[in-house]
């Protein structure tokens, strides 16, 4: 068996190593930090801010830095053994159509100093969390889509330019490993949600950001759904999400591969499902001129299931009811006037 790997019917985790931790201060990143120090490695989070969702231990140390910056970088991969690198600059469908430059030109360049860092530091092995965002987009023109295998990447036209970026980091990541030896671990995420997420402020994703507008609803009340609503997507768990990552990470498979659940729904059953779980009389109002994006996304997992025997274990009704809670009393929270004296 490999040093650090403890295998246990097929799920792995990381043990003992000395891990960075790219963008610990956001959802995934922080989640991540949290399992793999659970795990008893040494973890350096490393963010330029902190969301501070997750309130328990969940790093050795925390450095706030900009990782677009080659010196961070160097610093950050110091005396690691594991990279991994969730810090990008990205949001909701409202964020990500929105920008391009912006998000091209500062993901590009934390991707480019961390990998070429990870190479002089040595690094063992470099996850990067790509997206469902690489899959071009005449293949999600309907509803009603045909779930998306990674071999539906290429001939590519990503309908986003986050979605050009991830597909060049993808490749570039191909590219060190040929050129240097690094061992580079690609997933596409595919709408990963939970509960210690941001839910306002422009970046939010739509499951955060619905618990958020029926949780301020009124009751009886409102809200506001983008779009006709009947734009179809699959949503993963983040706890699934995480299960799915360090497996990846501590396997033998080293091209990019889908992390997501292909259980497909339309925006207007994701938010008729949030608003059944807050126990409120709400209606949706729909702002046709809100941003969409592809019209259909689905999540092919026949491969993960097939080289890493994982598959989604949370229901979408279980990991919404978590997310709805955790929202709703943390904007209870942010209310509440001892709070603010505190
Ligand atoms: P997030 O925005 O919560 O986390 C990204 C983190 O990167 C943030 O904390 C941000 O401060 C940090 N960051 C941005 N610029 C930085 C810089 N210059 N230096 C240091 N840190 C910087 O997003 P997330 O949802 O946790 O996503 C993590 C990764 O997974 C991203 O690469 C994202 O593109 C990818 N991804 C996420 C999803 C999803 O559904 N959440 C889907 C597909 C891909």
Redesign the pocket.
Known sequence: MLKGFCMNQRKASITGKKVLV??????????IARALYKNGNYVRA??????NFIKEPHFSKALT?????FD?CKKATEGMDYVF???????GIGYITRQGANIMH??S??NLNLLNCSVKNNIERFF??????VYPEHLQLESDVRPLKEADAYPAMPDTY?GWE?LYTERLCEAFSVDYGLKTRI???????GPE??FDGG?E?APSALCRKVALATNPGAIEVWGDGEQTRSF?YIDD?VNATLALASSSYEMPINVGSDRLVTINQLADMIIAISGKKIAKNHNTKGAQGVRGRNADISLIKEKLGWEPKVSLEKGLEKTYRWTSKEIIDRASPLQVKM
């Open positions: 790219a963008g610990a201060g956001g959802f995934i990143g922080s989640h490393v963010d330029v801010k902190w969301d830095m900009d990782l677009r910056n961070n690198n969730f810090a990008a600059n990205m949001g500062d993901s360049m934390i990067y969390a790509s997206s469902a965002c986050y991830k997933a596409r995420y595919h709408n990963i949600y997420s941001t970046r994703k993963c999400c």
